[in-house]
């Protein structure tokens, strides 16, 4: 009776501690979902500000700075994002997340704040008369000149470009590793749910990022434009610095607020999910292995096992490597499906800085580019809702293939608008259109990406993996910017898109490779 008794506490027990693990990871992914909002927030009202701000030093009329940093960014990002995957993989993750956050808005805010002044030093040099300047003079007419003026250039490029890789490392750390621990976490915890359930609850956290992803870039970039238009003249369309130089204080007080949420946020989900604090040690693990191999085997020669090691250790010193890291990446059997996203990158049509400096040029205003920034990215919510579709339909691989073919298309109809010169209203209403559709194509292909990924990549290489898919989007990104800098003159931007056009169709082919390769694995 006592033995009965006692098991059926011990039974209670189990069950109340499984209840409470459902709530703590249930609360754990609402705390995460807040601090992704705060996060991407913050960094992508700062990226759309400091486009404008770099625009701005050339009057509106080249590429050049805008070119110059996104260059300077992404090459900072392929030189050092391995090394963040290095650090991630071997250090706590509680300690990597800190070390991100207090960094990356540290330097984020000291970008703001050289903003700030350059921006206050050029108030004077912006409608200076350019009527009689060659094109070859006016490549670099009314970029500020003086050595504090050049020095504080220098500042933005450095502090914007290093934000930008500790943001890149912070979202490979979350994204590619912390969400597959909770999952497990929770597929534990959820024993009755099967594998599918799990699947489902990794999926269901993918597709609630991306929707904050795009509710950030929906709703940043039309805040940003009109804060700027409430300090410049919308009537005559004389932005000056005046309403740039209020963005940067306002973004600069903005990421002091998203530092503070971001740390708590991130220590509540640490102590609510006990796996976060249980890390793989590669060497502990080949050291295990070792061991029991001499408990099983014998005979086994003594010298084989000290040889183990010194390969192993060799392996591992070599992983900080960016040779040795793009090995690992290639081994893996998504590594085709990564390639195909990172060439997206290539592709100038995204809303991104060289084509928001080119619909300067074509006359819009700053706030009517906001505004369709955003609608772009609302278009883009679409996609998060066709991917749950898709893939309680058919394969996740297959929902890959048909999202980025459906991106072709539709930016096939953007290559198409810039041959019609004669009716200006028609040609750019056929770009933006294109490019707003292709929205769902790309954030349904860079869904499946995602997942792919934390389904088929080991916990020890996530981060080794994870920042080189990053390096490899940040490589095809600057490659853009070298165009831009090679061919600054807006007249030139049928060139851009043409290279960026022809990267989404080799995106494709490449998919198409990777599916070819894994037909055993896809049966």
Not at 246 to 254: E, M, N, P, Q, R
Not at 290 to 305: F, L, P, S
Request: charged residues 15%; contains cysteine.
């Amino acid at each position: 009776m006592g033995s009965r008794l006692r098991d059926s506490a011990g039974e209670r027990s189990l069950l109340l501690d499984t209840d409470v693990n459902k709530k703590d990871v249930i609360r754990a992914r609402r705390l995460l979902y807040l601090s992704h909002l705060f996060a991407k927030g913050s960094d992508i009202a700062f990226q759309f500000c400091l486009t404008l701000f770099l625009a701005a030093f050339t009057n509106y009329e080249n590429l050049i700075l805008v070119s110059t940093y996104g260059l300077f960014s992404g090459l900072t990002i392929c030189m050092l994002g391995h090394r963040m995957g290095k650090f991630i993989d071997d250090t706590p993750r509680l300690f990597s997340a800190r070390v991100f956050i207090w960094t990356q808005n540290s330097v984020t805010l000291l970008c703001t704040l050289s903003c700030y002044f350059l921006l206050r030093l050029s108030n004077d040099s912006f409608n200076e008369e350019e009527e009689g300047l060659s094109w070859s003079k006016k490549r670099l007419h009314g970029v500020p000149s003086s050595p504090y003026a050049i020095f504080l250039l220098v500042c933005v490029h450095v502090f914007g470009a290093f934000a930008n890789v500790l943001d890149q490392g912070f979202t490979v750390a979350i994204e590619k590793d912390w969400i597959v621990v909770m999952s497990e976490f929770y597929n534990r915890n959820h024993p009755e749910a099967g594998e599918e359930k799990g699947k489902k609850w990794l999926s269901e956290t993918n597709i609630t990022m991306t929707q904050i992803d795009l509710s950030c870039k929906s709703l940043a970039p039309a805040f940003a434009g009109f804060f700027i238009a409430a300090f410049g003249d919308p009537a005559d369309g004389d932005y000056s610095t005046a309403g740039l130089d209020g963005a940067a204080v306002l973004i600069g007080a903005l990421n002091i607020a998203c530092l503070i949420v971001e740390w708590i946020c991130t220590s509540m989900i640490y102590n609510l999910v006990p796996d976060l604090s249980q890390k793989l040690n590669k060497f502990s693990e080949q050291k295990n292995l070792i061991c029991m191999e001499e408990e099983v085997i014998e005979d086994v020669d003594a010298q084989q096992i000290p040889n183990a090691h010194k390969e192993f250790l060799n392996e591992n010193s070599n992983n900080s490597s960016f040779l040795s890291g793009l090995e690992i990446y290639m081994k893996q059997n998504v590594s085709w499906a990564g390639i195909s996203l990172a060439l997206l990158y290539f592709n100038i049509l995204t809303f991104g800085a060289i084509m928001t400096a080119y619909l300067v040029w074509r006359g819009m205003s700053l706030k009517s580019i906001g505004i369709w920034r955003g609608f772009s990215a609302v278009i883009g919510l679409l996609g998060t809702f066709a991917f749950r579709f898709s893939v309680s339909k058919v394969s996740i691989e297959f929902t890959g293939l048909w999202s980025i073919s459906f991106q072709f298309i539709c930016l096939s109809t953007s290559y198409i608008s810039l041959f019609i010169n004669e009716n200006v209203l028609l040609s750019l209403s056929l770009l933006i259109g294109g490019v707003c559709a292709s929205r769902v194509g790309l954030w349904v292909f860079d869904i499946t990406i995602r997942q792919l990924m934390q389904e088929h990549v080991s916990e020890e290489f996530r981060g080794v993996v994870g920042s080189l898919q990053q390096s490899l989007n940040s490589f095809f990104n600057l490659v853009t910017f070298v165009l831009g800098i090679v061919f600054p003159d807006p007249r030139q931007f049928h060139i851009l898109v043409a290279s960026g056009y022809a990267g989404v169709a080799i995106a494709l082919l490449c998919y198409w490779i990777g599916l070819y390769l894994r037909r055993d694995i896809l049966k």
